[in-house]
């Protein structure tokens, strides 16, 4: 893959583990929303660096309009937060987004009964996540 998603612990040379998952997820959120990388650099050593640091630039997302609600998933508070312990994991992502779906205009009627495409496509970002764990240490 590509160093961009690489989380911080893997960047000091741990184990992969479902944490790293959701961070390479808070990345790719980070890019939607922002419409840039978070962490940006020509060259491998000062990327590296960047990513441990986790310092994050919200300014983007929050210039293009996002609701804070879904903003906060791509920082250092959730999804990109430096230590894997911390981090979000996909059971309190999902609590999050049914807490917070009010923001976007969607009710609890549209998550459990409408949208049955996005419903299905989480489901098999669950089911992918969830094969990871069963999957070997490398």
Same mark, same amino acid.
């Given at each position: 893959?590509?160093p961009?998603? !690489?989380?911080p612990? *893997?960047?000091?040379?741990?184990?992969?583990?479902?944490?790293?998952? !959701?961070?390479?997820?808070?990345?790719? /959120?980070? $890019?939607?929303?922002?419409?840039?990388?978070?962490?940006?650099s #020509?060259?491998?050593?000062? =990327?590296?660096?960047?990513?441990?640091?986790?310092?994050? #630039? %919200?300014a983007?997302m929050?210039?293009?309009? +996002?609701?804070? %609600?879904l903003?906060?998933?791509a920082?250092?508070?959730? =999804?990109? +937060?430096?230590?894997? $312990?911390?981090?979000?994991?996909?059971?309190?992502?999902?609590?999050? !987004?049914?807490l917070?779906?009010?923001?976007?205009? =969607?009710?609890? *009627?549209?998550?459990? %009964?409408g +949208?049955e495409?996005?419903?299905?496509?989480?489901?098999?970002?669950?089911?992918g996540?969830? /094969?990871?764990?069963?999957l070997?240490?490398?």
């Amino acid at each position: 893959g590509t160093p961009y998603y !690489l989380s911080p612990e *893997k960047v000091r040379g741990l184990p992969y583990s479902k944490p790293a998952e !959701l961070w390479a997820l808070g990345v790719v /959120l980070y $890019e939607i929303l922002a419409f840039r990388r978070p962490f940006q650099s #020509d060259n491998l050593a000062a =990327l590296s660096g960047l990513i441990q640091t986790c310092e994050v #630039d %919200e300014a983007p997302m929050l210039a293009a309009g +996002h609701a804070p %609600e879904l903003t906060t998933l791509a920082t250092p508070r959730h =999804l990109l +937060h430096p230590d894997p $312990e911390q981090r979000l994991t996909v059971t309190a992502l999902l609590g999050h !987004l049914r807490l917070h779906a009010g923001a976007s205009g =969607l009710g609890e *009627k549209d998550l459990s %009964e409408g +949208h049955e495409d996005c419903r299905q496509a989480a489901l098999v970002g669950i089911q992918g996540l969830a /094969l990871t764990e069963r999957l070997p240490s490398v």
